[in-house]
Every structure is written in C-alpha cells, then in structure tokens.
C-alpha cells in the first residue's frame, strides 16, 4: 500500500524559498501507470493545485505560481520535492502531496494524498 | 483554464436525508471530474472518478453522474460520519482546479 509522507520547515520567512519533501513508501515514483503533484489549502479556505511531474522527470505548474516553482524527483531516495521561491504570506497553507492514476490527462485521479505538512510564512 | 464551481457552498441537513451536490464546469470536461471527501483536520479522500466510477473501499450511498459542465455527488442516505466537506475536481487536462468545495453540517 503506496503512503506518502510530507516533510519540511514548518516556518518560511517571506521572500525567502519554501522547500518542501514527499517521501513515498510502498512503491516506487518511477513506477509506470502514475505520477506525482501537489495540492496546497490555506487555512479554512480551499484546495490549489500547485504542480505536477511526471515519471519522466517532465512538469506542469499552475500558471499562478509557474515563475516561483520547481517541483523535482529523486529516485534514488523515492521523493518529490516542491521549491517556491519569493513566498508571502500568502503562500501559507496546508502542503499536500499525492499520487496521481494516469490516464493522459483524461480522467487522471489524486489518490492516495500525504497527511499534508503546515507552511506559515512570518518573520 | 477550466474553471469548476459547487453548489451549494454549504448545506444543513439530517442523518438518513438524500443530499445531492451539484459542479458546473466552464466548459464541457466529458466525464473528466472527481469527487473528494475531506474532515477536518485530514487530507482529502478519493470517492468518485470519472463522474461516476466509485473508488474501492467508498460505501456505495455515495454516487456520482453527469458529463459536459453539470455533474452531481449524491449521498443516498446521510450518516454521521459524511458530514465533511466535498471537492469536485476536472480532470479534462491540466491544470487541474478543484471545486471551492460544499461544507456538509448537521442540521
């Protein structure tokens, strides 16, 4: 059974890069049929799909946060990584990460999701 | 981008009602949409794929249908532990928004 488990600093200051790790068990990232994304939600508010990447390495960003994001994969240690540089306080919210069925882009499904790890951006 | 809206936002009602959650897509998504489930304080859970395929493991009150921009969740029979909040999602291509999400209460 496929678990991911996100990890990172719990406190960004603004204007400085948020970093965060998904770490999946139970498969492997580079496994065919999936690929991997995160899904961010600010507090009492909704879900924002962030970005994807694909077992080939290749990504898709939402447009809205495009020029402040690099989503990568580590295979050797079967992570995701998300980095978002210039962050305000805007940009605090509830990390997700989740595994994605891939069915081209026609019908693809988020499942399963890690528990999510709390960012708060303050000085 | 495809843009997805719920109705209502929020919704009161009793364990055993019928309740039925409606998504309208911006443009027609075919039968590309997702449902969510999420409680407070955990991560949103897969119910529905593909307008209408229920996820393994999801009780089978819950149901889905539509195709084009209108879709429906419908829960045949609320129990207590359904009330949570619920998220549609397309799934026509990226980038894949989600729904603002209906918060289910007890009434």
């Known amino acids: 059974q496929v678990q991911l488990q996100e990890s990172g600093p719990g406190l960004v200051k603004p204007s400085q890069t948020l970093s965060l790790t998904c770490t999946v068990s139970?498969?492997?990232?580079?496994?065919?049929?999936?690929?991997w994304s995160w899904i961010r939600q600010p507090a009492g508010k909704g879900l924002e799909w962030i970005g994807l990447i694909y077992r080939t390495g290749s990504t898709t960003y939402n447009p809205s946060l495009k020029s402040r994001l690099t989503i990568s994969a580590d295979t050797s240690k079967n992570q995701v990584s998300l980095r978002l540089t210039s962050v305000t306080a805007a940009d605090t919210a509830v990390y997700y990460c989740?595994?994605?069925?891939?069915?081209?882009?026609?019908?693809?499904?988020?499942?399963?999701w890690g528990q999510g790890t709390l960012v708060t951006v303050s000085s | 981008d495809i843009q997805m809206t719920q109705s209502p936002s929020s919704l009161s009602a009793s364990v055993g009602d019928r309740v039925t959650i409606t998504c309208r897509a911006s443009?027609?998504?075919?039968?590309?949409l997702s449902w969510y489930q999420q409680k407070p304080g955990t991560a949103p859970k897969l119910l529905i794929y593909t307008a209408s395929n229920l996820q393994s493991g999801v009780p089978s009150r819950f149901s889905g249908s539509g195709s084009g921009t209108d879709f429906t969740l419908t829960i045949s029979s609320l129990q207590p532990e359904d009330f949570a909040t619920y998220y549609c999602?397309?799934?026509?291509?990226?980038?894949?928004?989600f729904g603002q999400g209906t918060k289910l209460e007890i009434k």
């Open positions: 443009q027609n998504i075919s039968i590309y």
């Open positions: 989740a595994r994605v069925t891939d069915y081209g882009g026609k019908g693809d499904y988020f499942d399963p």
């Open positions: 999602q397309q799934s026509n291509g990226n980038p894949f928004h």
């Open positions: 139970g498969g492997s990232i580079s496994g065919g049929g999936y690929y």
